[in-house]
Every structure is written in structure tokens, then in C-alpha cells.
């Protein structure tokens, strides 16, 4: 990223004073806490010439893939402790030191938790690369929870979105990473064909209590992606339920995988899992139901048979990290 410089030339009218502007570049890095306006303008230079006219405005960040320009009223020497690395962002202001604190890009981040270690550690969508995967893969990271560094794979928290879909969508993946949406039985398998593995799946009821379950040795392998757990973290507070569905292959409602003969349990119970041979005892892709109702004997519904029994949930999220 290039500096920018501007002048009085963008002054059309009252211009009394004269002033000539150059803003350096940081690249990753962003400054939180100290945001006079947020905008969307088609790029770098629009978001300067913004922060150039207006008085308050000591730096910026620009985000170049969702054209973000953040005013800022302070500079990441009036605030070091909030001047953070932040994947696709450049920070701009008038100290020509500024560019040596850029970050290189790295297409060797192949997870979450390598971003962590480097030093990125907002929640949020980064760009990863896995091996197999040189165009990159969008994901979002969870940096907070137990130690961080978790590629969140499925998130459910407010019924925006259809999770009763087929084969295709499943396999490519759906949804908005900054709300609900699931990340692709592919990408699942590309990312955890190798290394270990560990997995943790996180609930949420409707009176805003909590549970979460971690199973170690984690894999989804071959064309019908069927499911690998090993050991269950015993300090877990949802209960063992997705042990009983190992070893089994994904389901919708267009191609059926599961070892139950006598149904589809996907067309049947209204969205896509690994089902057993009883259909299943999680189903976190279930008919979002709410608030809390209990869809027995059907069973449709978002569950975790060990946390709730059958009552439907209001939040839930996978996701994975190297086992250490």
C-alpha cells in the first residue's frame, strides 16, 4: 500500500489555511477504540480525502474487502495499547514511521490458531489457507473462547437462515459468516484430513444458560464426509451425545447416508447429520424451533439429546482447533 498525500487542491470554497497531508501505511494493523465515523467509499484514497477535510480526524483504517473507512480521532502513538493486527486492514496517519509496523501478508496461516499466535486477536472473518486450498478459504475465528484460535465451522442463533438443504449446499456451504450458516462439508474435510484435531460444540437454551462439549481426534473423511470423535473431555457440562452418531456418514435430504432402513431421517426430521441408526441424538441442523418447545416424539428440532433432551436450543456453534 502506497502513501497518500493530499493538499488544498480538495478545497473548494473558505479555504483560508494551507495544508499538505501524507499518510503512511500499516498494513494488517488497525487502531480500535477511537472511532469518530464509520463508512463505506470505494477505496483507500476516498476514505483520506474524508479524513484530510475533517479536523477531528487523526488517522483512519480502510478494509479493502468491505470498503470500511473508520475515522479515527487519535494515532496508534497517542494509543499504542489499541493499535492492533487485524488481517486486510491498513491504518494510515501522518508519522512517517508508521510503515515498518506493517504486517506481511502470510498465505502459510492455515488456521485460526496460527493467526492467534501471531498476534491477531479479535474475533472475526480472516482469510486462511489451508493446504489444498491456494485460493484461500473465509472463516470466522473465535480468539476468546477456551485460550482461542477456533475455526467456527456451524452457528445457529436466531432462525435467519433454512438449514433444510440439500446435498450441494452442504458440501459447498451456506449462510453469512458473521451470523448463522454452515461452513461446507468440503472445506471440513480438507482442513481436518490432516493434523489433529479437537472439536467443541457450544449451547444455548432460551432462559440464556449455557453447556458446551469437546471431543479430542476429530476428522471428517471421504466423499459421503462421515464423522470421527474420539475422546470426550469428561469436564464438559453438555453431556456426551455426538459419540453415538461416530462413524457415521453426512445426510440431507437428497442423498441418504444414514444407517436408519426404514427412513430418510434428514427428509423426515427436517435438515442434514451424521444420523445413527435410531436417526439421532444431536441434530444441531434441526428445524430451529422456539422458544424451547419440545418436539417430541417428532423430534425436528436443533437438539443435543444429553443437554435439554429434546428441547429445542436457541444458540449453538461448532468448531475446531489443532489438538495441543
Same mark, same amino acid.
Given at each position: ?203 444455548? @437454551? ?6 458446551? =462439549?469437546?471431543?479430542? $481426534?476429530?476428522?471428517?473423511?471421504? %466423499?459421503? *464426509?462421515?464423522? #470421527? ?28 447416508? @444414514? ?6 431421517? =434428514?427428509?423426515?426430521? $427436517?435438515?442434514?447429520?451424521?444420523? %445413527?441408526? *435410531?436417526?439421532? #441424538? ?43
Amino acid at each position: 500500500m502506497a502513501t497518500l498525500a493530499f493538499t488544498n487542491g480538495l478545497c473548494y470554497s473558505n479555504c483560508h489555511t494551507e495544508f499538505n497531508l501524507t499518510f503512511y501505511p500499516a498494513g494488517n494493523r488497525a487502531l480500535n477504540n477511537h472511532i469518530l465515523v464509520v463508512k463505506t467509499v470505494s477505496s483507500a484514497v476516498i476514505c483520506g480525502r474524508d479524513c484530510s477535510m475533517d479536523p477531528q480526524c487523526a488517522s483512519f483504517n480502510y478494509d479493502a474487502s468491505s470498503h470500511l473507512c473508520d475515522l479515527n480521532d487519535a494515532t496508534r502513538s497517542d494509543s499504542p495499547y489499541d493499535f492492533v493486527n487485524k488481517q486486510g486492514s491498513v491504518y494510515f496517519d501522518g508519522n512517517s514511521e508508521t510503515s515498518l509496523f506493517s504486517i506481511p501478508n502470510h498465505e502459510t496461516y492455515t488456521s485460526c490458531q496460527m493467526l492467534l499466535n501471531a498476534g491477531y486477536s479479535d474475533n472475526g472473518i480472516y482469510t486462511i489457507y489451508p493446504s489444498g486450498m491456494a485460493e484461500g478459504l473465509q472463516v470466522y475465528c473465535d480468539m476468546e473462547t477456551d485460550g482461542g484460535g477456533w475455526i467456527i465451522f456451524q452457528r445457529r442463533q436466531d432462525g435467519s437462515v433454512n438449514f433444510f438443504l440439500n446435498w450441494a449446499y452442504y458440501q459447498a456451504g451456506f449462510g453469512y459468516l458473521s451470523g448463522e450458516f454452515w461452513l461446507g462439508n468440503e472445506a471440513l474435510h480438507i482442513l481436518t484430513e490432516t493434523g489433529q484435531w479437537q472439536l467443541r460444540v457450544d449451547l444455548g @437454551d432460551w432462559e440464556g444458560n449455557t453447556a458446551w =462439549a469437546e471431543y479430542g $481426534e476429530f476428522r471428517v473423511t471421504g %466423499d459421503k *464426509y462421515t464423522l #470421527h470423535v474420539g475422546s470426550y473431555n469428561y469436564k464438559s457440562t453438555a453431556g456426551d451425545t455426538l459419540t453415538h452418531e461416530a462413524g457415521s456418514q453426512f445426510s440431507t435430504k437428497d442423498q441418504d447416508n @444414514d444407517n436408519n432402513q426404514w427412513s430418510n431421517c =434428514a427428509q423426515e426430521f $427436517e435438515g442434514a447429520w451424521w444420523f %445413527d441408526n *435410531y436417526c439421532y #441424538h444431536s441434530h444441531l441442523n434441526g428445524k430451529y424451533t422456539q422458544p424451547g418447545i419440545s418436539e417430541y416424539p417428532g423430534l425436528p428440532s436443533n437438539s443435543w439429546y444429553t443437554y435439554m433432551y429434546m428441547t429445542s436450543l436457541k444458540k449453538c456453534e461448532m468448531k475446531i482447533k489443532e489438538a495441543t
